[in-house]
């Protein structure tokens, strides 16, 4: 099976003496690509150069809602300039996090609203990222919709309702290791049927995020255990494990444009 682990963040200092490695575990997975997500601008550009110098690798280049403060022209026109770069297939991850408030609502707000703009002149998808907005960022991509805009909802964690109107926008929805834990996973694993097989991708968020049984000896998730969020997908949708590898990976490549 040909994996595509569609959102993590090589970047990380956690990876920093071995990242290598890491991507070779990767690639024995059968994880033959990685999209590596930018946060800020000196991440964005630590991605690009990663991507530019790694077969496999893709980058997606934006700002964080925890980081929206740093949302300046400067900022932008500089991470407009790493998306020059043939690797960024995507914009993101942008969103809204009102869980922690690292940046105050209203910079979240304005910031991923001018990250919309800009993806949309650059007919990039978009990588979304929510948490606890009560169905804000739904409400600002409806009020700034765009013809043709794509875009996956990173590490869906909402409810059914929610699922539905991202659906209904056209929107992917990307399901990590959360699938895999028992009792945070649980309502995660009574929706995932609901998504449309041509729809729904597989990532790690490495990493955080780690899955079961990964978790139980290891603390940093990485590429290598999207395999296990698969095989829990194949498991809970009562698909065959490399039937819906298949369906991922061209789902994944379908959407930031990259060759099959």
């Known amino acids: 099976m040909n994996l595509f682990d ?10 920093e003496r071995d990242a290598g490695d890491v991507i070779n575990r990767a690639h024995a997975a059968g994880v ?41 022209d400067d900022a932008f026109a500089a991470i407009c300039s790493f998306a020059k770069s043939s690797k960024v297939r995507a914009w993101g991850e942008v969103g809204l996090d009102f869980n922690r408030m690292y940046s105050p609502r209203k910079d979240q707000e304005k910031c991923l609203v001018r990250q919309l703009e800009i993806a949309d002149e650059r007919s990039l998808p978009l990588i979304f990222h929510e948490r606890d907005s009560e169905g804000r960022l739904i409400e600002i991509l409806k009020t700034h919709p765009k013809k043709g805009r794509t875009g996956v909802v990173h590490c869906f964690s909402g409810n059914s309702a929610e699922l539905e109107q991202y659906l209904d926008m056209g929107l992917h929805i990307g399901i990590t290791g959360i699938v895999t834990h028992k009792e945070r996973g649980a ?74």
Not at 39 to 63: F, R
Not at 232 to 248: D, F, H, M, Y
């Open 187 to 260: 309502p995660l694993r009574e929706m995932v049927s609901m998504i449309p097989g041509e729809r729904l991708l597989v990532e790690t968020d490495a990493p955080y995020l780690t899955p079961t049984p990964e978790r139980n000896r290891v603390r940093r998730n990485e590429p290598a255990f999207v395999r296990t969020v698969l095989m829990k997908l194949s498991e809970v949708r009562g698909e065959q494990p490399e039937a819906l590898a298949a369906s991922t990976w061209e789902n994944t490549c379908r959407l930031f444009d990259i060759e099959t």
């Open 6 to 15: 569609s959102h993590c963040h090589l970047d990380d200092k956690s990876y």
């Open 32 to 72: 033959m690509k990685m999209m590596v997500v930018g946060t800020t601008e000196k991440s964005s550009g630590a991605v690009v150069s990663l991507a530019e110098k790694t077969d496999g690798l893709y980058a997606s280049v934006g700002i964080h809602p925890h980081d929206a403060t740093s949302g300046s």
